[in-house]
């Protein structure tokens, strides 16, 4: 399969641990972004890499969350301390040099 | 403030109807816009669009762009129940390079 993955597919977690998802984009696309998305909302985007490089993050990302790319193939997001509004599907995609953008399966976490 | 608005919300037809979604947009230095299709998984890209007036089609589905009236139409043709979905516009704006403002889709359900 060559599309993008992500790890895990499901999380729940109990409030203030920490989390830590995957994302392996398409082997060939250099950008990388992670979207949050809610029940009946679209997704949201939280940041973005062009390589290894965070270009751009989103005032939703606070500071318990953090992502990394470190050698411009795979991406880690970790959420710091959870709290149920924590709660949603974090989606993860990739592209070529921005032309469209593939979503992965996405990973769903629960904070209880 | 970008936002990106889908009508309708919701839409029920039966098989065969032809259906037209809607997306207008308001958001700083477009770039272009797109379509995706959800299930219940993550969000599957259908088309980009950054040029007015020019058709994009894929079987039955098709869609256009209106720059001047900032707004695109997605048309499914003939509908099937494999169509019914969640229907999601995302516009990529601004001096951003990477995310994408969506919309909170149109839920297409589609009965036999």
């Known amino acids: 399969d060559t599309g993008v993955s992500q790890d895990p597919r499901h999380k729940i977690t109990k409030r203030g641990q920490n989390v830590t998802f995957r994302c392996d984009p398409i082997s060939e696309h250099n950008r990388l972004y992670w979207y949050r998305q809610t029940l009946g909302q679209g997704p949201e985007f939280l940041t973005y890499f062009q390589n290894e490089a965070q270009l751009e993050k989103s005032r939703l990302l606070s500071d318990r969350f953090s992502a990394e790319r470190p050698k411009g193939s795979f991406s880690t997001l970790e959420i710091q301390r959870t709290e149920q509004g924590d709660s949603a599907m974090y989606l993860c995609?990739?592209?070529?040099?921005?032309?469209?953008?593939?979503f992965g399966p996405g990973t769903r976490l629960t904070v209880t | 403030e970008d936002k990106v608005v889908q009508s309708p919300l919701s839409l029920v037809v039966h098989e065969g109807d032809t259906v037209t979604l809607n997306c207008s947009y308001e958001?700083?230095?477009?770039?272009?816009l797109l379509w995706y299709k959800q299930e219940k998984k993550a969000p599957t890209f259908l088309f980009m669009l950054t040029s007015s007036g020019i058709e994009k089609k894929s079987g039955r589905l098709s869609s256009i762009l209106d720059k001047k009236e900032l707004f695109s139409i997605l048309n499914i043709t003939a509908t099937q129940t494999g169509d019914s979905a969640v229907y999601l516009c995302?516009?990529?704006?601004?001096?951003?390079?990477?995310?994408?403002?969506f919309g909170k889709g149109t839920k297409l359900s589609v009965k036999p």
């Open positions: 995302a516009v990529e704006a601004g001096g951003s390079q990477g995310n994408l403002i």
């Open positions: 995609a990739s592209s070529l040099s921005g032309i469209g953008q593939y």
């Open positions: 958001v700083t230095n477009f770039r272009s």
